[in-house]
């Protein structure tokens, strides 16, 4: 149907149109206690119209997508809104050109996934042993959960320059979060997961394991002593999941094109890559990436658009040279499309978005950085990030931080905030660890109203300097 509600829109008066017709599957379940708590089952079907009418944006979707004049009544609701947006519109939409793509990417594991009726006979003993195994730890954890989801998506697109793509996957979301206290003092240590495909080796394995060894690591930093309030400037190493959450909202946010190009035109609000685009800001060894065809929840082979989805090398050699583009970016900044335009559903129009951002491997072994480093602090895991876009300075808490002196890690330490201005955190870096990890987050944000949807972020251990300070 999506290509015939294209045609209905152009012989309606469009100068462009796109239908993004979805349906999705997932079944859920949050456990605490032991005891499932909240659990269920959710389908979502329907369509998403994007047109241009005299240069004008007009937007429409619809749950009833069977009904063909719904259908119809979506499209002719999408060019009534932009024409009325285009009686105020200053400046006429312009998109890249494009390919033409006709293509079917439908994953194996489509057809072979469990049933929704299956999955909480196959989850629910494997996330029982992850509360035993957990709760085993000690008398100190006084608090385990697990969030879960598994989903079915397959998305049909179609465009008026007649691209006609269907792709389809399977994957998994969950979060962990267990609550430790010693001597009065609670710590809560949140871990968020997910992959594509078949989750059972995961969730059968893998999983309870890491229930055991996050329980333990609450433990343990409940126990631990803090730093004083007062900030001090440090040597600081970041384990691969701190810099996850680092590369994500520092990096990752800022170099969405959207928000550079907002940035030209109000200076007073301009992220700090807006200045920077196309300078130097860290060492030759220093490269971020976002790769889409890593097999992560954020995985595309094309985008929302319809564009082949590619790896963006948004900081290569220490220079910013590349944007998150989708096709209306990518024609402001007179570069070719590069696949970065997301949506979490055809209820949301798409924007440039991250999918797996990580920072390029160096050569630095871990043991290697540990050694050279005299004096510096040891972060793992990044959690409540605040970040002032248009400075670049961030502060991010750390789960878990370890003393390094005179080349080992020693004493371990609660409560620690890592903060720094971005292109000063840059330029101190003078160390890239070798062993990459990617790190799913299942709800990031953005927008108004707000569109949450999973990215992949990481990189491996690296090093600076930057303030810390603790709650003693």
């Given at each position: 149907?999506?290509?015939?509600?294209?045609?209905?829109?152009?012989?309606?008066?469009?100068?462009?149109?796109?239908?993004?017709?979805?349906?999705?599957?997932?079944?859920?379940?949050?456990?605490?206690?032991?005891?499932?708590?909240?659990?269920?089952?959710?389908?979502?079907?329907?369509?998403?119209?994007?047109?241009?009418?005299?240069?004008?944006?007009?937007?429409?979707?619809?749950?009833?997508?069977?009904?063909?004049?719904?259908?119809?009544?979506?499209?002719?609701?999408?060019?009534?809104?932009?024409?009325?947006?285009?009686?105020?519109?200053?400046?006429?939409?312009?998109?890249?050109?494009?390919?033409?793509?006709?293509?079917?990417?439908?994953?194996?594991?489509?057809?072979?996934?469990?049933?929704?009726?299956?999955?909480?006979?196959?989850?629910?003993?494997?996330?029982?042993?992850?509360?035993?195994?957990?709760?085993?730890?000690?008398?100190?954890?006084?608090?385990?959960?697990?969030?879960?989801?598994?989903?079915?998506?397959?998305?049909?697109?179609?465009?008026?320059?007649?691209?006609?793509?269907?792709?389809?996957?399977?994957?998994?979301?969950?979060?962990?979060?267990?609550?430790?206290?010693?001597?009065?003092?609670?710590?809560?240590?949140?871990?968020?997961?997910?992959?594509?495909?078949?989750?059972?080796?995961?969730?059968?394995?893998?999983?309870?394991?890491?229930?055991?060894?996050?329980?333990?690591?609450?433990?343990?930093?409940?126990?631990?002593?803090?730093?004083?309030?007062?900030?001090?400037?440090?040597?600081?190493?970041?384990?691969?999941?701190?810099?996850?959450?680092?590369?994500?909202?520092?990096?990752?946010?800022?170099?969405?094109?959207?928000?550079?190009?907002?940035?030209?035109?109000?200076?007073?609000?301009?992220?700090?890559?807006?200045?920077?685009?196309?300078?130097?800001?860290?060492?030759?060894?220093?490269?971020?990436?976002?790769?889409?065809?890593?097999?992560?929840?954020?995985?595309?082979?094309?985008?929302?658009?319809?564009?082949?989805?590619?790896?963006?090398?948004?900081?290569?050699?220490?220079?910013?040279?590349?944007?998150?583009?989708?096709?209306?970016?990518?024609?402001?900044?007179?570069?070719?499309?590069?696949?970065?335009?997301?949506?979490?559903?055809?209820?949301?129009?798409?924007?440039?978005?991250?999918?797996?951002?990580?920072?390029?491997?160096?050569?630095?072994?871990?043991?290697?950085?540990?050694?050279?480093?005299?004096?510096?602090?040891?972060?793992?895991?990044?959690?409540?990030?605040?970040?002032?876009?248009?400075?670049?300075?961030?502060?991010?808490?750390?789960?878990?931080?370890?003393?390094?002196?005179?080349?080992?890690?020693?004493?371990?330490?609660?409560?620690?905030?890592?903060?720094?201005?971005?292109?000063?955190?840059?330029?101190?870096?003078?160390?890239?660890?070798?062993?990459?990890?990617?790190?799913?987050?299942?709800?990031?944000?953005?927008?108004?109203?707000?569109?949450?949807?999973?990215?992949?972020?990481g990189g491996p251990t690296i090093r600076g300097k930057a303030f810390l300070r603790g709650v003693a």
């Amino acid at each position: 149907m999506a290509p015939e509600l294209v045609g209905y829109a152009l012989k309606r008066g469009a100068k462009y149109a796109d239908v993004r017709a979805q349906f999705e599957e997932s079944t859920g379940f949050i456990m605490s206690e032991g005891l499932v708590e909240e659990g269920g089952t959710a389908s979502l079907a329907g369509i998403g119209v994007r047109v241009i009418v005299d240069g004008a944006w007009g937007f429409c979707s619809t749950d009833n997508a069977i009904s063909k004049t719904r259908a119809m009544e979506t499209v002719d609701r999408a060019l009534q809104l932009a024409s009325r947006s285009a009686e105020g519109s200053k400046y006429p939409v312009r998109m890249a050109p494009t390919k033409t793509i006709n293509a079917r990417i439908l994953c194996d594991d489509i057809n072979t996934a469990p049933s929704v009726e299956s999955i909480f006979d196959t989850v629910l003993e494997p996330a029982k042993e992850c509360d035993r195994r957990a709760r085993s730890v000690g008398k100190e954890v006084q608090a385990f959960s697990l969030s879960f989801t598994v989903g079915k998506f397959v998305e049909t697109f179609a465009n008026s320059d007649n691209s006609l793509i269907t792709q389809s996957y399977c994957g998994y979301l969950g979060t962990l979060y267990v609550v430790a206290s010693s001597r009065g003092i609670l710590e809560y240590y949140p871990y968020d997961f997910g992959g594509l495909g078949s989750y059972d080796e995961f969730l059968n394995k893998d999983l309870p394991q890491l229930a055991e060894r996050i329980a333990e690591r609450s433990c343990q930093i409940s126990k631990s002593r803090s730093l004083p309030r007062t900030e001090s400037f440090k040597t600081v190493i970041m384990d691969p999941t701190f810099t996850a959450l680092w590369v994500h909202e520092t990096i990752g946010h800022p170099l969405e094109a959207d928000r550079v190009l907002g940035g030209q035109g109000d200076p007073q609000n301009a992220p700090w890559t807006c200045a920077a685009f196309g300078n130097k800001v860290a060492n030759d060894l220093f490269s971020v990436i976002d790769d889409p065809s890593m097999k992560t929840p954020a995985w595309c082979k094309y985008d929302s658009e319809g564009v082949e989805a590619k790896q963006k090398h948004l900081i290569s050699n220490g220079v910013i040279k590349s944007c998150i583009h989708n096709r209306e970016t990518a024609e402001a900044f007179e570069v070719e499309p590069n696949g970065g335009a997301r949506s979490p559903s055809y209820h949301f129009t798409p924007m440039p978005r991250m999918s797996n951002t990580y920072v390029e491997s160096g050569s630095w072994t871990f043991e290697e950085i540990i050694a050279d480093t005299k004096d510096g602090i040891y972060v793992v895991g990044g959690m409540t990030p605040i970040v002032d876009g248009r400075a670049g300075e961030w502060k991010i808490s750390a789960k878990e931080a370890y003393i390094v002196a005179k080349g080992e890690i020693t004493e371990g330490l609660r409560g620690i905030t890592v903060s720094e201005a971005t292109p000063d955190f840059l330029i101190s870096l003078d160390a890239t660890g070798k062993e990459p990890q990617i790190v799913v987050t299942p709800d990031c944000g953005k927008g108004s109203p707000i569109q949450t949807l999973p990215v992949g972020n990481g990189g491996p251990t690296i090093r600076g300097k930057a303030f810390l300070r603790g709650v003693a």
